[in-house]
């Protein structure tokens, strides 16, 4: 309710500053767009059929980066958290890459895997695995010794005790990890897909500069803002679902 | 499933040998525990007692295979243990339910990795659940129940898997005092109708003498074994009965030795 | 791998490793990566697989860095991308701070701007990038601008919540032993909310290192972002790979002087020990 009123205050004040400033000839009307012909441009967009293209592709691009990068982060998360000279090697090769900005990488993976699909797949999941990977391993690294020596004393052998309790034991901190990976693939989603990108919201938003038009830049820019939202909020209903043990205290 | 071993009723089920246990690297290690022999009988509950970081829990968790003995060994059943074991429950002092499941699913957790079937599941969570008085909370997580309930959960949840031993690391610790004699009154009813061999930790003389049959005196770090009273009390015991007063001051003499060597 | 035994003594992260052995494994790993690095762009030139130019080898990429270093050309783009970071995190900090403080404290500030925020946070801030170039031309002012508001949310959010979550037992304590107004909000709000503020800051730093890179690749004619980009122009792979591994070290000299600041302020926080 509170936050329903939040944003239908924000959006008055934008309309109010658009058309009131454009009025009063106090703002340049080319830089800055109304609600209405941002809602205009959406409209155009989606009768033509593009804009439900654009969104396909960086969705596409998003899914697959990040579900790479994921699979990668859980498999080697689990391995650094039950075998410590694995830990120890990855830790400083680690360390070393991590403080680079992943943008910094951008140009390198055009490079490599050219101006395709490929470049802003793996560009995408190089960024998101760090993340999910550094919190996943501590996460596990974290599971309470207590809970592992009450399943060993119920019986439980050494694959047991991975899945039936560091895995449950570790699952918030996985899941914040994943959440964290995935609002990082909708930033870095945009830098990818503008440089070199013939397709995708990123692409949409560049065009509106080539072709000084922010109303696209402004819708596209919201949409991707709603998209990141939609996902944020799906996952975290699932989490309230799956940890639902936590919340009821 | 009953997992009665060799040993049998009668004979020692518990037979701990020259154990020694120093933490630390190499090179400077201290030691916790030295030179500790006992023997715990079937169907007894034997008490650890002593000052805190006398290596009592240290000790116990030797006999629950957590951590392996410097020097020494461990024969349950007369066989040598070698790590943690299902034939020997534990009841923690922080409770190590798994907050994921619920109070049923925790007391079912040991059925189920042993693959007793479900229906016989069903019927051993109901009676242990019955037991210490959960039946109406079975459906609950851990994070919705006081610490009293939760302990009572573990200990169903130990009890379920039908160990012929358990070992239980300062249980009622962490629980307020009234908690806490209600919980002692509990476990004494269960051990009544269970006859279970018990290796139960404490630093409490008053719960040592309410539940015992045999109370080891330990000195404080390293830890050894400075006395051993065996407690002639009717197995409901009135704590403010003549008998039990005098056990209570005489070993309350013993162990203050120790904590005064402490202060020192 | 760890055994059950070894599960149940130390935890999921096993047996602690003697320190010899901790320190060979780390060194290890370090020379390892560099030497299959080396190998693949050996490799490469040997078999002829592809254009050699496209994987430089590590002693290159080095040497790279090292010729740009002594005649003079990397310094000017390093300073060109430390000023616009330091100019535009400044004055994201202080507005962060500006309104996160005030609006932590008054309820009132709080329910004004949080509206703004929950509409804008949201949108990726390099989807606003081509707006700041379109409102404020493509120059300095729109690049230190975007900084400013990339990381101003993050800086923002965490102080509202310090300021706002701050234990209500230590003000009840502070007001029954006569602290009031601004004397309590200097002396308990305050100190009580630095540490998860110096988080925000420390979020700020790394997200202002992030953002930086892609506004110099948008037109800019000097910065290591801008060095990555004209590499990528003329497939100059040692001068891109080069330019990232320096931002990489100036990001983490910027986490280090927040640390060292941490450091500082919040001695109390860590047990004398340590």
């Known amino acids: 309710m509170i936050r329903a009123a939040a944003l239908a205050g924000a959006l008055t004040a934008w309309a109010l500053v658009a058309y009131g400033g454009r009025a009063l000839g106090l703002v340049n009307p080319v830089l800055m767009p109304t609600p209405g012909e941002v809602v205009e441009v959406a409209g155009t967009l989606a009768r033509d059929g593009s804009l439900a293209q654009h969104l396909a592709v960086s969705s596409l691009r998003i899914a697959e980066g990040f579900g790479l990068a994921a699979a990668a982060a859980l498999g080697l998360g689990l391995l650094v958290a039950v075998y410590t000279p694995a830990r120890l090697m990855l830790e400083p090769v680690i360390e070393f890459v991590r403080p680079i900005p992943p943008l910094a990488f951008l140009p390198m993976f055009l490079v490599w895997f050219g101006l395709g699909e490929t470049s802003k797949v793996a560009f995408i999941a190089y960024t998101t695995f760090f993340p999910m990977f550094i919190g996943i391993a501590a996460g596990l690294g974290r599971v309470d010794v207590m809970l592992l020596r009450a399943a060993a004393s119920l019986g ?10 560091a895995l449950p034991a570790a699952l918030p901190s996985i899941v914040v990890a994943l959440r964290l990976g995935f609002g990082l693939a909708i930033f870095v989603i945009v830098g990818a897909e503008f440089m070199g990108a013939d397709a995708g919201l990123g692409n949409l938003i560049m065009e509106g500069r080539v072709f000084f038009n922010p109303a696209q830049i402004v819708m596209g820019a919201l949409l991707l803002g709603l998209l990141g939202s939609l996902v944020n909020g799906l996952l975290q209903a699932a989490e309230r679902r799956v940890l639902r043990w936590r919340a009821l205290g | 499933m009953t997992m009665a071993g060799p040993g049998g009723a009668g004979g020692a089920r518990v037979q701990i040998e020259g154990v020694h246990k120093a933490f630390g690297l190499d090179g400077r290690s201290t030691p916790a525990l030295i030179d500790v022999s006992l023997e715990v009988q079937a169907a007894e509950l034997l008490c650890l007692l002593g000052p805190s970081g006398c290596g009592k829990s240290t000790l116990l968790n030797i006999v629950a295979g957590f951590i392996p003995p410097t020097r020494g060994r461990v024969r349950v059943d007369g066989a040598p243990i070698a790590g943690p074991g299902p034939e020997r429950g534990v009841v923690f002092q922080e409770y190590a ?40 909370h079975a459906t609950k997580f ?11 959960v573990a200990i169903a949840r130990a009890l379920a898997n039908n160990p012929s031993i358990v070992l239980m690391d300062e249980p009622f610790g962490a629980l307020d005092a009234q908690t806490r004699e209600v919980m002692q009154e509990e476990l004494s009813r269960i051990q009544r109708v269970e ?31 400075k006395d051993v009273f065996t407690i002639k009390l009717p197995e409901a015991r009135d704590r403010f009965a003549a008998e ?9 003499r013993v162990v203050k030795e120790e904590v005064a060597k402490v202060r020192e | 791998m760890s055994t059950v035994t070894d599960l149940v003594q130390w935890g999921l992260r096993g047996a602690p490793l003697p320190r010899r052995r901790a320190l060979a494994l780390r060194l ?29 080898g590590p002693w290159r990429v080095l040497g790279k860095v090292a010729a740009l270093a002594v005649n003079g050309q990397l310094w000017g783009h390093v300073a060109a991308t430390l000023e616009r970071v330091a100019v535009g995190f400044a004055t994201g900090a202080a507005l962060a701070l500006g309104l996160g403080l005030p609006a932590g404290h008054f309820r009132l500030v709080r329910n004004l701007l949080e509206p703004i925020v929950e509409i804008l946070r949201p949108v990726p801030p390099l989807a ?29 959010l965490t102080t509202v919540h310090a300021v706002q979550h701050v234990d209500p037992l230590l003000l009840r304590a502070a007001t029954s032993l006569g602290a009031r107004r601004a004397r309590l909000f200097f002396r308990v709000v305050l100190p009580a909310a630095l540490p998860e503020i110096l988080i925000g800051i420390r979020l700020g730093v790394a997200l202002s290192f992030f953002v930086i890179v892609i506004s110099e690749f948008i037109g800019a004619e000097e910065g290591l972002g801008y060095l990555i980009n004209d590499g990528r122009n003329f497939f100059l792979v040692e001068q891109m790979l080069g330019a990232a591994i320096v931002l990489g070290f100036l990001g983490y000299g910027g986490n280090g002087l927040v640390v060292l600041l941490e450091r500082r302020w919040l001695r109390w926080e860590r047990p004398p020990t340590s």
Request: proline share 5%.
């Open chain 1, 156 to 165: 439980a052998s050494r694959r047991e005790l991975l899945r039936r309790v």
């Open chain 2, 97 to 136: 339910l798994f907050p994921w499941l619920t109070v049923a699913q925790n007391v079912e957790f040991g059925p189920r990795l042993m693959g007793v079937p479900a229906a016989r599941r069903r019927e051993v969570v109901a009676r242990y659940l019955d037991m210490v008085g959960l039946s109406e």
């Open chain 2, 142 to 152: 851990p994070v919705q129940l006081s610490g009293g309930m939760k302990q009572r």
């Open chain 2, 195 to 225: 006859h279970k061999t018990i290796v139960f930790v404490t630093h409490s003389i008053r719960e040592a003498v309410y539940l015992a049959d045999r109370i080891v005196v330990m000195t404080s770090s390293p830890g050894r074994v």
């Open chain 2, 244 to 252: 039990f007063t005098r056990y209570e001051s005489e070993i309350t």
């Open chain 3, 28 to 56: 290890g790993a370090v020379l390892a990566f560099l030497g299959l690095w080396s190998l693949a762009s050996g490799l490469v030139v040997l078999l002829g697989l592809f254009n050699p130019i496209f994987l430089a």
């Open chain 3, 128 to 156: 606003m990038l081509p707006l700041f170039i379109v409102w404020v031309g493509i120059g300095e002012t729109s690049k230190i601008a975007f900084i400013t508001y990339a990381t101003f949310f993050p800086m923002f």
